[in-house]
C-alpha cells in the first residue's frame, strides 16, 4: 500500500471517528433549517427525483419556493467495500471546503466556474447542498468542451487538488458549459513534487488520462458500431489538441513554481509523445490504441477490485481480449501494457483478460 495513500486514509477514518465538525458555507442560504434538511427523505413533498445509485450518498433533487436544489445525503450505512468508498463523503466534504473557499476569492472564481457551487455544506449532519443545475450527463464531445473540462483540471492540480473519477455520471453539460459535482475521489496532493495524489509511485495517472480512462474511450466503445474509425479518430485527435495545449500551460507554470526536475520531464515527455502523435495520421493511430487499450486495462482493474462491473466492463473485456490477440506487439512497443500487464507474455495476457471476464460476469452490479 502507498505510504501517502495510507495516511491520507488513517487520517479521514481517524476524523470521521471523532466528533470535529466541517461546516462549508453559511446556514442561512438554506431554504430550510439544516437539521429539516437534514431529515428530509424521499417521501418529502421538496423532492422532484431521487438519485440513489450513489454507494455511500443520495441525492435529492429539491424545489423549495420555486427555487431548484440539490441535497446530497450520506446513507445511514454505507454500501462500500473500501476505506476511499467509505471515507468518499467526507472526502466530498472536505473538497468543497477547499473549492468553496477558491470560488469565493474573487482572484480565483473564475478558474473554478464550472465547478458547483456549496450553498452550504455539514458533515455531521451529513448532507451537502448545491443549486440545482439544469442539463444533462455529457453524452458528446467538441474542443471547447475538451477545453473546459482540462482548464478545470489544470485549476484545481494548481490549487493541489488532483480529481481521480471524471465518469460520464460526474459531468453535466448545459448545452454551452461543463459542471462538475462530484468530488468523493479527489486527493490533495502537491503538483510541484508529486504525478498525482499517489506521489511518485504511478506516473501514468494524470488528468488527461483519468479523462480518457473514466470517460472517452468509454464513450468511443459503447458507440463503436455506430461511428467510423475517422469519426473516432477525430474526437481523440481534438481532445489531444486541447490536452496539448493545456499540459504546455502547466510546463510553463510547473517550471515557473520551481517543480522538481522529475515532475518537469514527466510533463515533457508527456507532451513530446503527443505532439509526435499530432503530427502525422499514423502516430496518432498508433497512440490511439495504445492509450485505448491502457484505459480499458486501467478502467477493468478498477471494477474488478471494487467488485462493481457492469454490462460496459464485460464489454472492455472483450475489447483488451480482441487488441492483446491482434496488435500485442503494437502494444508493447508502444508502451501500452502498464503494471503486471508488462510482464505477461501474449497468451498469459489474453488468459488474465478471459479470467477477469468470469468475474466480471459475476461481479454485476444490481
Ligand atoms: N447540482 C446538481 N445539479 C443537477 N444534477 C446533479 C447535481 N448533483 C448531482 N446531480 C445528479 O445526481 C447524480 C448523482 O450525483 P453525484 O454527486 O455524482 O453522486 P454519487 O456520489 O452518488 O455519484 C449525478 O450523476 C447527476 O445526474
Ligand atoms: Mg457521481
Request: include cysteine; proline fraction near 4%.
Amino acid at each position: 500500500m502507498n505510504a501517502l495513500v495510507e495516511q491520507r486514509q488513517q487520517a479521514q477514518l481517524h476524523f470521521q471517528q471523532g466528533e470535529q465538525n466541517i461546516i462549508v458555507g453559511d446556514a442561512a442560504a438554506c431554504p430550510l433549517p439544516p437539521e429539516q434538511l437534514a431529515a428530509l427523505d424521499a417521501d418529502s413533498p421538496y423532492v422532484v427525483e431521487v438519485f440513489e445509485g450513489g454507494l455511500t450518498a443520495v441525492v435529492y433533487h429539491l424545489c423549495i419556493n420555486g427555487r431548484h436544489y440539490n441535497l446530497k445525503k450520506r446513507r445511514a450505512q454505507a454500501l462500500v467495500h473500501n476505506v476511499d468508498g467509505e471515507t468518499s463523503f467526507l472526502n466530498e466534504v472536505q473538497r468543497r471546503r477547499d473549492i468553496q473557499a477558491l470560488k469565493d476569492k474573487p482572484s480565483t472564481a473564475k478558474a473554478y466556474q464550472h465547478i458547483v457551487t456549496t450553498l452550504y455544506a455539514n458533515y455531521r449532519l451529513g448532507f451537502m447542498l448545491s443549486p440545482w443545475i439544469e442539463g444533462k450527463p455529457l453524452c458528446s464531445f467538441s474542443r471547447e468542451i475538451f477545453r473546459q473540462i482540462f482548464d478545470t483540471q489544470f485549476a484545481l492540480e494548481q490549487a493541489g487538488l488532483m480529481e481521480w473519477d471524471l465518469s460520464p455520471g460526474n459531468i453535466i453539460y448545459d448545452g454551452r458549459q461543463i459542471h462538475l459535482f462530484d468530488f468523493g475521489y479527489m486527493y490533495p496532493y502537491d503538483p510541484l513534487e508529486h504525478f498525482n495524489s499517489d506521489g511518485l509511485a504511478a506516473p501514468d495517472f494524470h488528468a488527461v488520462e483519468r479523462l480518457e480512462t473514466r470517460n472517452v474511450f468509454g464513450y468511443l466503445l459503447r458507440y463503436q458500431d455506430v461511428m467510423t474509425a475517422a469519426d473516432q479518430l477525430a474526437i481523440y485527435r481534438e481532445l489531444k489538441e486541447a490536452a496539448l495545449d493545456v499540459y504546455t500551460q502547466k510546463l510553463i507554470w510547473l517550471k515557473q513554481n520551481y517543480a522538481q526536475p522529475a515532475i518537469i520531464q514527466w510533463q515533457t515527455e508527456i507532451i513530446e509523445r503527443w505532439e509526435y502523435a499530432l503530427d502525422n495520421e499514423r502516430s496518432l493511430k498508433n497512440l490511439f490504441i495504445a492509450e485505448s487499450f491502457r484505459s480499458h486495462c486501467l478502467d477493468i482493474a478498477d471494477d474488478i477490485s471494487g467488485k462493481s462491473c457492469t454490462p460496459m466492463t464485460l464489454k472492455r473485456i472483450d475489447k483488451v481480449i480482441t487488441m492483446a490477440a491482434t496488435v500485442y506487439l503494437q502494444l508493447q512497443n508502444n508502451g501500452a501494457l502498464l503494471f503486471d500487464n508488462a510482464e505477461l507474455e501474449q497468451v498469459d495476457l489474453i488468459k488474465k483478460y478471459q479470467d477477469y471476464r468470469q468475474l466480471a460476469a459475476q461481479y454485476q452490479q444490481k
